[in-house]
Antibody, heavy 119, light 113 residues
Framework: QVQLVQSGAEVKKPGTSVKVSCKAS????????MHWVRQAPGQGLEWMGW????????VYPQKFQGRVTMTRDTSISTAYVELSRLRSDDTAVYYC????????????WGQGTLVTVSS | DIVMTQSPDSLAVSLGERATINCKSS????????????LAWYQQKPGQPPKLLVY???TRESGVPDRFSGSGSGTDFTLTISSLQAEDVAVYYC?????????FGQGTKLEIK
């Protein structure tokens, strides 16, 4: 069965960076894009971009360009998202989500990683 | 950018009754080339990640009970739960994957009356 297991919670200071991992199993990692979506406490969902694990190609919305980097390590079926120059409003649960493959649509989601940015 | 607006923000329905959630996009999410609406619905329960319920506006994801149905086209969409069960208490989000940046509605909180 498809599983996405993310790394544990992080506490970071403003201005620093955080890197979250997402280990995939139960399917061919390079066969499906991987999305990243975040959710601030008590708020809605915000799409951060996707990575093509096969080519390494990425698409980021303008809001995050210059601050977000998505990478992957195909040898261990793991995707990563790194967010730099953290601010307090980056405090959120960060989710990885596998693309369904029919359109750019997440189907299976990881359990989420809480990133808290606080001085 | 496409803005997704859901209504209502919250909804209380009696067990066994129908629940209806609406979603409006600021631009059409219909691709004329394949006549598909790039609109999905997710269910999120507290402390859990979202779960995909419906895609292409009206196609139910495998394993989703048939009391959940999606309809609509272009800019106006609806998620209907035909007979509310206790386990349906959750926040529901519509999502457009027509064009980047992909976006979600603000969510509709569904409770039992």
């Amino acid at each position: 069965q498809v599983q996405l297991v993310q790394s544990g919670a992080e506490v970071k200071k403003p201005g620093t960076s955080v890197k979250v991992s997402c280990k995939a199993s139960g399917y061919t990692f390079t066969g499906h894009y991987m999305h990243w979506v975040r959710q601030a406490p008590g708020q809605g969902l915000e799409w951060m971009g996707w990575i093509n694990p096969n080519s390494g190609g990425t698409v980021y919305p303008q809001k995050f360009q210059g601050r977000v980097t998505m990478t992957r390590d195909t040898s261990i079926s793991t995707a990563y998202v790194e967010l730099s120059r953290l601010r307090s409003d980056d405090t959120a649960v960060y989710y990885c989500a596998r693309d369904q493959g029919l359109g750019y649509l997440p189907d299976y989601w990881g359990q989420g990683t809480l990133v808290t940015v606080s001085s | 950018d496409i803005v997704m607006t859901q209504s209502p923000d919250s909804l209380a329905v009696s067990l066994g009754e129908r629940a209806t959630i609406n979603c409006k996009s600021s631009q059409s999410v219909l691709y004329s080339s394949n006549n598909k609406n790039y609109l999905a619905w997710y269910q999120q329960k507290p402390g859990q990640p979202p779960k995909l319920l419906v895609y292409w506006a009206s196609t139910r994801e495998s394993g989703v009970p048939d009391r959940f149905s999606g309809s609509g086209s272009g800019t106006d969409f609806t998620l209907t739960i035909s007979s509310l069960q206790a386990e349906d208490v959750a926040v529901y989000y519509c999502h457009q994957y027509h064009s980047t940046p992909y976006s979600f509605g603000q969510g509709t909180k569904l409770e039992i009356k």
